[in-house]
């Protein structure tokens, strides 16, 4: 791998604004008129623009898989075509979690059935969940990267370093999260 300091330097600055300055919508802040499929595409692709320009997929989403989604009972089905804030809030969440979860895993962390209290609830606390885990792996990051970056001299070794201890970082955070998730498969309780 060889990489341009000043690209991972461009790359970082970036990255660390976009982090900063992005913000799911609160529970209040999504429509509370329903929508018809054309327009929660619309407005999910706009609400999760940032993680498009890295998705495997072409579209962060799509009708089809939202109607898969409705099909795999991952969330609950339109009501006469038309989807509510409810909807809204279970797609941002597994629109989000999809990028390193599978969907199995995502339907234990957040089960298909929650009512709206519950799922107003869930949606709340991963709004805020999501603006602390952007905000500290910013500053994670941003530590690890300042002493390579900050060098006069173009390190390669260090650069590759770099790179890997942040992908490394990524699957590490999966991997815990699927041992979590999987306390549920084992009958432990949550608290």
Known sequence: MKYSKERLTEIFTEGERLLKEYH????DELPTIELYMDQVIILLS?????FSAVSNDDKIITPTMINNYVKQKIIPAPVKKKYSKMHLAYLIIVCILKQTLSISMISKIIPPDLNEEEITAVYASFVKNQAKAFTYVTEQITAVAQPILSLTENNQD???DLVLQVAISANIFKLLTGWIASMQDNGETHS
């Open 158 to 160: 260090r650069m590759n």
């Open 24 to 27: 799911l919508p609160t529970w």
């Open 46 to 50: 706009n609400y999760l623009g940032i």
